[in-house]
């Protein structure tokens, strides 16, 4: 069965390192998502991918955070520098396509901690 | 506001009890989309319906579009059944992007 691939599973660094996550979706999946989900509460996006565009990005903190998905099909998550509060489950989700009803199909998710 | 809100936060059931999780939404939707996320993290897709009343095995997820609340239930419920069940919904209306928005969760510990 296809399935959202998503490296590492853990991560452990430091504050003001870099670090980056790498998320490979279904194949065929035109939409995929980044998500945040800090332990107790529900996943919070941010950023959203069209292929190779970016749909919305405005929860994400540009400052420091940064996603590409350059050839419309695995995408990276960075961060640089990383801070304390970064610490959280970082998820990657796709679809089919952006409108009309289309399930979400979520990866195993990389837990990051900021020491 | 688009606002996903569910309850109970934490439940405690004993093996074999029927099990009900509730979903509130403030606004139109175009979908709602029950998951489960295990401690491990990972989150699968159980459900998702935009009207009525699905079931797969053990779980009816059922929608009341002009109440805007959706329920989860668990027949005959098991240990394994253990896991932060989730709502998110897509809301209707300009504005709104195409992203789901996700509920805090509900945390449900099946006792043997």
């Known amino acids: 069965e296809a399935e959202v691939a998503q490296s590492p599973r853990y991560k452990i660094t430091e504050k003001s390192q870099a670090v980056a996550f790498w998320c490979d979706p279904i194949s065929g999946h035109a939409t995929l998502y980044w998500y945040r989900q800090i332990l107790g509460q529900g996943p919070e996006l941010l950023v959203q991918f069209q292929d190779e565009s970016v749909v919305d990005d405005s929860q994400l903190p540009k400052d420091r955070f940064s996603a590409e998905r350059l050839k419309g099909v695995d995408s990276t998550l960075k961060i640089q520098p990383a801070e304390l509060g970064d610490s959280a489950m970082y998820l990657c989700?796709?679809?089919?396509?952006?409108?009309?009803?289309?399930?979400?199909?979520f990866g195993p998710g990389t837990r990051l901690t900021v020491l | 506001k688009n606002e996903v809100e569910q309850s109970p936060q934490n439940l405690t059931a004993q093996e074999g009890e029927f099990i009900t999780i509730n979903c509130s939404y403030s606004v139109g939707i175009s979908a709602l989309h029950w998951l489960q996320q295990h401690p491990g993290g990972g989150i699968v897709s159980l459900f998702m319906?935009?009207?009525g009343k699905k079931k797969h095995g053990r779980l009816i997820a059922t929608i009341n579009i002009q109440e805007k609340h959706s329920s989860l239930h668990i027949t005959a419920s098991h240990p394994r059944d253990s896991a932060v069940y989730i709502c998110?919904?897509?809301?209707?209306?300009?504005?709104?992007?195409?992203?789901?928005?996700f509920g805090t969760g509900t945390s449900l510990t099946v006792i043997p």
């Open positions: 989700a796709s679809s089919l396509a952006l409108i009309g009803y289309n399930e979400q199909f």
């Open positions: 998110a919904v897509r809301f209707d209306g300009p504005n709104t992007g195409n992203q789901f928005y």
């Open positions: 319906l935009s009207s």
